[in-house]
């Protein structure tokens, strides 16, 4: 009995392991993407997670909620944290927090 558990045990463990390097990567891209589009840099072209934790998806399957934290810099001297929230490994939500407008900048 102890043997069975064991396995399913570690079972469980690498697909988690599994599951968690799929969305990683996902919001890895993600990342990139949303710093592309907006001519930043992504730092360390790496993210790093921030929580976790059980949510339901549109289906009304259990899936694990993650959210990724970044850092990157809009004029390369600087850091700045954003942010990728994900359900199973579809990409829900990225954030680029606000950045200052240079001065001289007219905001419309």
């Not at 697909?15 to 990683?24: C, I, M, N």
């Not at 993210?47 to 934790?53: H, Q």
């Not at 954003?82 to 680029?96: C, P, Q, R, Y």
Request: hydrophobic content about 50%; charged content about 20%.
């Amino acid at each position: 009995m102890f043997e069975i558990v064991g396995l399913l045990v570690l079972g469980w463990l690498a697909w988690f392991w599994v599951d968690s390097l799929k969305a990683r990567e996902a919001a890895v891209q993600a990342a990139r993407a949303a710093c592309n589009s907006e001519n930043l840099q992504l730092l360390d072209d790496t993210v790093a997670i921030a929580r976790l934790w059980p949510a339901r998806n549109d289906e009304g399957r259990l899936v694990l909620r993650r959210v990724y934290s970044f850092e990157y810099s809009d004029t390369g001297d600087n850091r700045r944290p954003g942010s990728v929230a994900l359900i199973g490994h579809g990409v829900i939500a990225v954030s680029i927090g606000a950045r200052p407008v240079p001065s001289g900048g007219i905001l419309h």
